[in-house]
């Protein structure tokens, strides 16, 4: 099976920095992708990571360790708009059947003013 | 318009009740998926399917049925439900191929309750 670990929420000032961490076990890992979805809404693809590193969209960053089985989100500048559940996802998979997600828990990000 | 288009958007059932949730999506992504969204769970997924005909089972799959005859509808039936089967159902679907990100493009939900 997978297991993913993720904190339940996270708080902080807009203009700071925000790491969410994710720690996963899994067979036939892939990648680590990352979604956000506001309330009342649908998920939303953030970013994936299949090799170690850092991959930066903007003011979001994403890192993988897959050696650790360990990722985070980095939020830069963080916006009022910023407040949102995001939710790691491992993909796993191979060959043909790649392509399946599942999800962490989702932390909950309250940006204040 | 082009997208993933999930319908009913909410309903309301009874215990026992057979209750299909319809997902369209006219991107011919190959794959599709059903999950099930609960306070304190996330995301779980229920059943997903890699091409036309070919379905197989998620992480939760007790209680669900799917079928996907064409590319761009993949159904899930709730053959008697159950009040714990009252969540919010997300439809997605992704072209994933081995070199891409995977990303799943989402439904905007079906908000099930079964009273």
């Known amino acids: 099976g997978q297991s993913l670990e993720q904190p339940s929420e996270v708080t902080a000032v807009e203009g700071a920095i925000v790491q969410i961490n994710c720690t996963y076990q899994t067979s036939g890992f892939y990648g680590l992708s990352w979604y956000q979805q506001h309330d009342g809404g649908a998920p939303t693809f953030l970013s994936y990571n299949a090799l170690d590193g850092l991959e930066e969209t903007g003011r979001f960053s994403s890192f993988l360790s897959r050696s650790d089985s360990y990722g985070y989100l980095l939020l830069q500048e963080l916006q009022m708009k910023d407040s949102a559940s995001y939710f790691c996802a491992v993909r796993v998979g191979r060959g043909s059947t790649l392509g399946r997600l599942y999800f962490g828990r989702g932390t909950q990000l309250t940006v204040w003013p | 318009d082009a997208g993933i288009t999930q319908s009913p958007r909410y309903k309301i059932t009874e215990t026992g009740r057979q209750v299909t949730l319809m997902c369209h999506q006219t991107?011919?992504?190959?794959?599709m998926f059903w999950y099930r969204q609960d306070l304190g769970h996330g995301l779980r997924l229920i059943y997903y399917?890699?091409?036309?005909?070919?379905?197989d089972k998620g992480e939760v799959p007790d209680g669900y049925v799917v079928s996907r005859s064409k590319t761009e509808n993949f159904p899930l039936t709730l053959e008697s439900a159950t009040r714990s089967q009252t969540s919010v159902y997300f439809c997605a679907s992704s072209e994933a191929r081995g070199s891409g990100t995977g990303e799943l493009f989402f439904g905007e939900g079906s908000r099930l309750t079964v009273l």
């Open positions: 399917s890699a091409a036309a005909d070919i379905t």
């Open positions: 991107w011919s992504h190959s794959y």
